[in-house]
T-cell receptor, first 112, second 111 residues
Framework: DAGVIQSPRHEVTEMGQEVTLRCKPI?????LFWYRQTMMRGLELLIY????????DSGMPEDRFSAKMPNASFSTLKIQPSEPRDSAVYFC??????????FGPGTRLTVL | GNSVTQMEGPVTLSEEAFLTINCTYT??????LFWYVQYPGEGLQLLLK?????DKGSNKGFEATYRKETTSFHLEKGSVQVSDSAVYFC??????????FGKGTSLLVTP
């Protein structure tokens, strides 16, 4: 298996623009997690899905952030409009009920 | 609520030195405990885990013992290598499936 795939790996955008981050989980995994990593706050869970249904989105910082999982093999995290304080590395991870979480390589987002 | 506290880094050691990275936790239930490692430019990888009190997780020469009485899960390695240079994260998972992470400890091993 190729592991968790994230795209793009790097994104540079200007304040106010819409940003979409993408994730393909490992086939057969029914849990998908989005995390944000910053120097100040460390790793924060934003949202997670089970069988494509959002279970806990209490970590989503504000309404500018939204996440979807239209099917078992694809999820998006969207920021609209983006702000400089959104600059971070965003990780996607997947697992099934018995396994560890497997992380993707991350998307480094820079908002100018 | 649940939380994980790790020692502040960075930690700098010479090759073959002994490593300890402290981790303590607060949890309402009986969590599973994990150590993840992040190499530069990569995502996190599971290093080891323990699911109940007194369990010892081990992998690649690293060990950690789940101590319920001290709510700790300290990471140790007897002889570090340059290739162990990375950021190490302690984490817990309680009743749900999400992980609570500590802030990470950066380790630099010099030749």
């Amino acid at each position: 298996d190729a592991g968790v795939i994230q795209s793009p790996r790097h994104e540079v955008t200007e304040m106010g623009q819409e940003v979409t981050l993408r994730c393909k989980p490992i086939s057969g995994h029914d849990y998908l997690f989005w995390y944000r990593q910053t120097m100040m706050r460390g790793l924060e869970l934003l949202i997670y899905f089970n069988n494509n249904v959002p279970i806990d989105d209490s970590g989503m910082p504000e309404d500018r952030f939204s996440a979807k999982m239209p099917n078992a093999s694809f999820s998006t995290l969207k920021i609209q409009p983006s702000e400089p304080r959104d600059s971070a590395v965003y990780f996607c991870a997947s697992s099934n009920q018995e396994s560890e979480q497997f992380f993707g390589p991350g998307t480094r987002l820079t908002v100018l | 609520g649940n939380s994980v506290t790790q020692m502040e880094g960075p930690v700098t050691l010479s090759e073959e030195a002994f490593l300890t990275i402290n981790c303590t936790y607060t949890a309402t239930g009986y969590p599973s405990l994990f150590w993840y490692v992040q190499y530069p430019g990569e995502g996190l990888q599971l290093l080891l885990k323990a699911t109940k009190a007194d369990d010892k997780g081990s992998n690649k020469g690293f060990e950690a013992t789940y101590r319920k009485e001290t709510t700790s899960f300290h990471l140790e390695k007897g002889s570090v290598q340059v290739s162990d240079s990375a950021v190490y994260f302690c984490a817990l998972r309680d009743s749900g499936y999400a992980l609570n992470f500590g802030k990470g400890t950066s380790l630099l091993v010099t030749p």
